[in-house]
């Protein structure tokens, strides 16, 4: 029986991008912004300024989306 590879597409996001997570931060923001990457992420809410450092495999189930990409302000 021949098994199926199944590629997942990773979210792509870099340093200095504006992510939205699935959760709310309790201030009442959505709005992260990731100041640094690795092994572990860290992301600073825009609404408090509050950071938190997080596994890269939690952050990348929790990402909902890219909001602001450091490369899109960059061509602009």
Not at 22 to 29: R, T, V
């Given at each position: 029986?021949?098994?199926?590879?199944?590629?997942?597409?990773?979210?792509?996001?870099?340093?200095?991008?504006?992510?939205?997570?699935?959760?709310?931060?309790?201030?009442?923001?959505?709005?992260?912004?990731?100041?640094?990457?690795?092994?572990?992420?860290?992301?600073?809410?825009?609404?408090?300024?509050h950071s938190v450092l997080i596994p890269r495999a939690k952050?990348?189930?929790?990402?909902?989306?890219?909001?602001?990409?450091?490369?899109?302000?960059?061509?602009?």
């Open positions: 029986m021949m098994r199926e590879m199944v590629q997942v597409e990773r979210k792509s996001f870099q340093l200095g991008d504006i992510v939205q997570m699935k959760k709310q931060h309790p201030c009442g923001s959505n709005e992260m912004e990731i100041i640094r990457m690795g092994m572990d992420i860290r992301i600073k809410c825009v609404g408090c300024k952050f990348e189930k929790n990402m909902k989306k890219v909001l602001r990409s450091v490369e899109e302000d960059t061509q602009s």
